[in-house]
């Protein structure tokens, strides 16, 4: 892979480059977050401040998801609001978001029934049958089949626990064309789509126990609040566009101020689940509006290979992290030796501290790799071959 900029491809095709390669880390952080509540964090302050904020990073997306679908399909007003246009429009929308999606839920149904089986043959406790489970219940799988399991229809997260996301974006999904109706109009929708979000979150915020980390119930109206806003930052940026004068280095120092205001809040606002999210979540997602631009520092690093391709990825990693998830807590369950055996003259519980995590992000990336090149992808080509490409813009990136 080579570092040189990949605006060029991007700019003829209507993409933005900052923003897709600005995909490529967020599910990182979210993997980050799921070991480390799993297991252990680091005991490293500042690792340990980033990594228990990792589910906040799931507004990015949403704001992202608001942003590129309003961006894209600004002009198709009209074609939404038909019923074969609305139909062309989800079964678009369906092609991204549902085949990687069927695949991890066939997966993890495997997985329950092959570990399951060892374990009674073995004579122990199936990992899904030890106290703090997931969900495996036949309710939760037909509801993940439907894209309803996070409709406030569980009392809990369900087999692939983190697509509840994709469950929500469906939500979001049927609901578009009315968000596109509301963009309608003059500058003054966008501080209002903006507004109303921020009202949303700042609501869920004062009703919640554990801050922004809303899922299987309320992560409906979660999705709706960040939605809102990154349908309010592409009014604002289709009437801003056009009239960007600035020379670079004010886009440079605005994305510079954002990314140093990040950092300052995930250090100094205390540990997660509070209402102090918020001012985490701030910056992040005004992070959407500053990248749209596809200019400065920051836009052209995330322009590079490397980025890109791991944006293209980072759907496939998001989802595909579960099944890793679950490996090592059957690894610790079946195959560890004993916290105390000395392994390459060092214990072994200080070895697999650092060990486990770094591998774990590896491997999920690895992973979300294969899944993106041998199945999404694949798959989402062969549907559209079949189906056609109508309301199905190339530009549009699938969120994670």
């Known amino acids: 892979m080579t570092g040189k900029p990949a605006s060029a491809g991007t700019k003829s095709s209507g993409k933005i480059g900052?923003?897709?390669?600005?995909?490529?880390?967020?599910?990182?952080?979210?993997?980050?977050?799921?070991?480390?509540?799993?297991?252990?964090?680091?005991?490293?302050?500042?690792?340990?401040?980033?990594?228990?904020?990792?589910?906040?990073?799931?507004?990015?997306?949403?704001?992202?998801?608001?942003?590129?679908?309003?961006?894209?399909?600004?002009?198709?007003?009209?074609?939404?609001?038909?019923?074969?246009?609305?139909?062309?429009?989800?079964?678009?929308?369906?092609?991204?978001?549902?085949?990687?999606?069927?695949?991890?839920?066939?997966?993890?149904?495997?997985?329950?029934?092959?570990?399951?089986?060892?374990?009674?043959?073995?004579?122990?406790?199936?990992?899904?049958?030890?106290?703090?489970?997931?969900?495996?219940?036949?309710?939760g799988f037909w509801f993940s089949l439907l894209l309803v399991q996070a409709w406030n229809t569980m009392n809990t997260l369900t087999w692939n626990g983190v697509s509840w996301f994709v469950s929500v974006e469906f939500a979001l999904c049927l609901l578009f064309p009315a968000f596109l109706w509301l963009a309608e109009g003059g500058l003054w929708r966008g501080f209002a789509l903006i507004g109303a979000g921020l009202a949303g979150l700042l609501a869920l915020l004062f009703t919640s126990k554990h801050g922004l980390d809303i899922t299987y119930h309320n992560g409906v109206f979660r999705g709706l609040s960040d939605f809102a806003i990154g349908v309010g930052m592409a009014v604002l940026f289709r009437r801003l566009k056009p009239r960007d004068k600035l020379p670079d280095w004010v886009h440079s120092i605005l994305q510079l101020t954002l990314l140093a205001l990040l950092g300052y809040v995930v250090m100094n606002t205390g540990w997660s689940h509070t209402r102090m999210d918020i001012f985490t979540v701030l910056p992040l997602m005004a992070m959407?509006?500053?990248?749209?631009?596809?200019?400065?520092?920051?836009?052209?690093?995330l322009q590079t290979r490397l980025p890109q391709v791991l944006g293209e990825w980072s759907y496939a990693v998001y989802l595909g992290q579960t099944?890793?998830?679950?490996?090592?807590?059957?690894?610790?369950?079946?195959?560890?030796?004993?916290?105390?055996?000395?392994?390459?003259?060092?214990?072994?519980?200080?070895?697999?501290?650092?060990?486990?995590?770094?591998?774990?992000?590896?491997?999920?990336?690895?992973?979300?790799?294969?899944?993106?090149?041998f199945i999404e992808l694949p798959a989402a080509a062969a549907l559209r071959n079949w189906f056609g490409r109508r309301l199905d813009p190339q530009s549009v990136p699938t969120p994670s």
């Open 323 to 373: 099944a890793w998830l679950l490996a090592i807590r059957f690894f610790a369950q079946r195959l560890y030796p004993s916290p105390d055996t000395i392994v390459l003259g060092t214990r072994f519980s200080s070895l697999i501290f650092w060990l486990e995590p770094t591998l774990l992000v590896t491997v999920c990336v690895l992973w979300g790799g294969f899944l993106a090149e």
């Open 18 to 139: 900052a923003l897709a390669g600005a995909r490529a880390f967020p599910p990182l952080m979210v993997v980050m977050f799921h070991f480390s509540e799993g297991h252990h964090y680091s005991h490293i302050r500042p690792l340990d401040l980033l990594a228990t904020r990792g589910y906040l990073w799931v507004e990015f997306f949403f704001v992202l998801s608001g942003f590129i679908l309003t961006y894209a399909y600004w002009t198709r007003l009209k074609e939404l609001f038909a019923r074969p246009g609305y139909f062309a429009f989800l079964r678009a929308r369906l092609i991204r978001l549902y085949p990687l999606h069927l695949f991890m839920l066939l997966l993890l149904l495997a997985i329950v029934i092959a570990l399951r089986a060892l374990a009674a043959q073995g004579g122990y406790l199936s990992i899904f049958d030890a106290r703090y489970h997931q969900d495996v219940s036949v309710k």
């Open 288 to 301: 959407v509006f500053a990248l749209a631009f596809d200019r400065g520092l920051i836009a052209r690093a």
